[in-house]
């Protein structure tokens, strides 16, 4: 299959474009498009044959559900068994936005797009390229990320061609996305409402809508016996290519361990990269260091994160060592998927 590349960006808003994007989607046909979360790998949600595909294209597996992506708040009501006050409540406190509903299904959505759950995830993104196609392609799109199952979720659109090119119809370019995590999963089907994945919505955003929110313990514990609430959290994910390890400490503690780790592990034959911060980018010895961003500013670590593991597999790096980030607010998302990232591998120095 030939992959079309559309670039369509907020500033370049390519009608003609879309209506073809939109046109592919409506036929049971595949398109990635940037949100402002991460590149999303669409296809229709009420299609039982397009959320099949999506599966195939990832090779994910088809016990983890698809996130269903709607333009209007409206458009909800059809797909749930029920809006309720909190989930109404909810969704015009932080929508359109990265936060996605777990609600209770209707029969219009297939079972191939929830995982067989009698539950659907529910999300209206805000960027407008994402909008704008989701109107286009019939109002319900299921789109995960747009990356081969268990790699780090594409924020650049050359890492969904990577990842995708010849297995779906079209890529939409649309730039680095904003967010550069994945939007926060809320299950408002148990009481308290509870987190099954971290992400840029925190829990005090949330608590301050909805009262007391619980977080899914195996999130926070991981690797452990917990199996969490969200099919897709319990698989090895975001992961790069080498060997990925947390040091978690004294920031002077974490310096020297990993320069005296470094020539030890080169002698062995490997090729090893650092994830530290602004703040410790000059302290390190000979490898490939690459600094996440400022600890002052956990947006800016959010955002490059991903293209970070993604850039260690270019260089074929394979050993990586990771500082370690806060552990509430957005730190908990970054500290979440790094943990994933490396398999739960994390020393305490
Ligand atoms: P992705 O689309 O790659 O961001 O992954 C979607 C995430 O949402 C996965 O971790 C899924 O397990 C989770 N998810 C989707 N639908 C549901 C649901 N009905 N109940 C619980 N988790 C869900
Ligand atoms: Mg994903």
Known sequence: ??????????????????????????????????????????GDALNPDSARRIYEAKGRPSDNPLIV???????????????TPRALAIAEAFWPGPLTLILEKSDRVPYETTGGLDTVAVRMPSHPVAAELIRCGGGYIAAPSANLSGKPSPTLAKYVVQDMNGRIDAVI??????????????????????????????????????????????ILEGGGDLV???????????APQGDLIILSGEESKVVDYINKAVPEDVRGGH?????????????FGDAVIKAVGTRKDEESIARRLYSILREFDD???????????????????????????????IIYV
């Open 228 to 238: 969490p609430k969200a099919p897709g959290m319990k698989y090895r994910h975001y």
């Open 69 to 83: 992506h709607i333009c209007r708040i409206e458009d909800m009501y059809p797909i749930v068994r029920e809006v």
């Open 1 to 42: 299959m030939e992959t079309r590349i559309f670039h369509i960006t907020e500033q370049n808003m390519d009608e003609a474009a879309l209506a073809v994007a939109g046109e592919i989607l409506q036929k049971g046909g595949l398109v990635a498009f940037p949100t402002e979360t991460v590149y999303g790998l669409g």
């Open 173 to 218: 370019d649309g730039g680095e996305v904003g967010i550069g995590l994945e939007s926060t999963i809320i299950d408002l089907t148990v009481e308290p409402p509870q987190i099954l994945r971290p992400g840029y919505i925190t829990r005090e955003m949330l608590e301050q809508v909805l009262g007391q929110v619980d977080v899914d313990a195996a």
């Open 315 to 345: 260089e074929q790096v394979t050993r990586i060592y990771s500082e370690d980030f806060e552990s509430d607010g957005l730190g908990q998302a970054i500290m979440n998927r790094l943990l994933k990232a490396a398999g739960h591998r």
């Open 271 to 283: 090729k090893v990269g650092i994830i530290c911060t602004d703040e410790t980018a000059g302290l």
